[in-house]
């Protein structure tokens, strides 16, 4: 009875979790697939695709942030990483003659291994203290870009750097801008949910439950840590590769701005810190009331609609649009 017992309860589990996660990785997998279709649907509207493909790279950003964010570590420094992954790859595309396919995996590198320089010199940091060491961060390769003029032209910025091209679109169009965001956020989403439901994912989830704890049980903080911002570090360099390769011409003030250590923070928080799908319901969600809400009445109304977001993310719904919308469907009301 017992042999027979064990594998009803393994198909007992395995039926559990298919009842519990197909249906989201279905919506999130028709989701995607629908916006592969937006083109045809909107093929007249460029700026749609303009404002969509800002969102993706956004998107991206944040989950970045987020997936440091599940170790408990909040950054305040990923302009950093955005702005030398930018950086990185104009650079190595302008120098080298490369494809920006090939340059902007120098833009990832350049990201992390400043994200790993700061794991490393931040080791003993927790909370805000942490944050803060980040976000002085942001100053030294900015300084650096500003003042090795030989190399990167100092505050007059790289220019014509080269585009992106696909087969049978117009190189750096509205189109092929937006397959490339879209595809790259596809990717990372994969890699990010892969990444959170394995045993690094759980790890990270202890670490921010109970360090000491988690040490007691042989989960090594540092190394964890030091893997994860790395990474993270690698996911903003790339998006500020794509940035970079998007827009053609970058300057330390554009690409080290602390707008890219808050944006991603914000739109995070206000789609659902740990959820995986959070981050990218938060930037598409603010970045479209960005355009088309507050930008025709107020021209800086992005200021005003991330402050409102953290407002109504701290009193209303801590758990973000995802958690809010997941204690609606069990039924949970208050706060």
């Not at 393994?10 to 249906?23: A, D, E, G, K, Y």
């Not at 014509?160 to 989403?189: D, G, Q």
């Not at 500020?240 to 890219?260: N, R």
């Not at 739109?267 to 959820?275: E, I, K, P, Q």
Request: aromatic content about 12%.
């Amino acid at each position: 009875m017992r042999t027979g017992g064990q594998p009803m309860k393994v198909i007992t589990l395995t039926l559990r979790l298919h009842q519990r996660f197909f249906p989201k990785v279905l919506t999130v997998t028709g989701f995607i697939l629908l916006l592969f279709l937006v083109p045809l649907l909107a093929i007249q509207s460029s700026f749609l695709l303009q404002v969509l493909s800002t969102s993706f790279l956004y998107a991206a950003l944040s989950l970045s942030w987020n997936l440091l964010a599940y170790s408990g570590h909040i950054s305040l420094g990923h302009a950093a990483f955005f702005g030398l992954g930018a950086y990185g790859s104009a650079l190595f595309a302008l120098n080298f003659d490369t494809d920006p396919f090939t340059s902007i995996w120098a833009g990832g590198l350049a990201g992390a291994l400043l994200a790993a320089f700061s794991g490393i010199l931040f080791a003993r940091l927790r909370g805000a203290y942490f944050a803060l060491a980040t976000l002085a961060l942001v100053e030294i390769p900015k300084m650096i870009a500003d003042n090795w003029v030989s190399l990167t032209r100092g505050s007059l910025g790289l220019l014509n750097i080269p585009p992106f091209k696909l087969p049978l679109i117009n190189a750096n169009s509205n189109l092929t801008i937006y397959l490339v965001n879209l595809s790259s956020l596809t990717i990372l989403l994969l890699v990010v949910a892969l990444i959170l439901n394995s045993r690094w994912g759980w790890a990270l989830r202890a670490l921010r439950q109970d360090e000491k704890v988690s040490m007691t049980i042989g989960i090594n903080s540092n190394f964890y840590t030091l893997i994860t911002i790395s990474v993270s570090g690698f996911v903003a360099g790339i998006c500020g590769s794509i940035y970079a390769h998007s827009i053609g011409i970058i300057e330390p003030g554009m690409v080290f701005s602390l707008h890219y250590s808050a944006l991603p923070m914000v739109m995070a928080l206000f789609g659902g810190r740990f959820s995986v799908i959070g981050p990218v319901v938060g930037s598409l969600v603010l970045t479209l009331l960005d355009q088309f809400v507050f930008q025709p009445i107020f021209p800086a109304g992005h200021q005003i609609l991330y402050g409102l977001a953290i407002m109504i993310t701290i009193l209303f719904m801590p758990g973000g649009l995802m958690g809010l919308l997941g204690a609606r469907k069990h039924g949970i009301t208050g706060s």
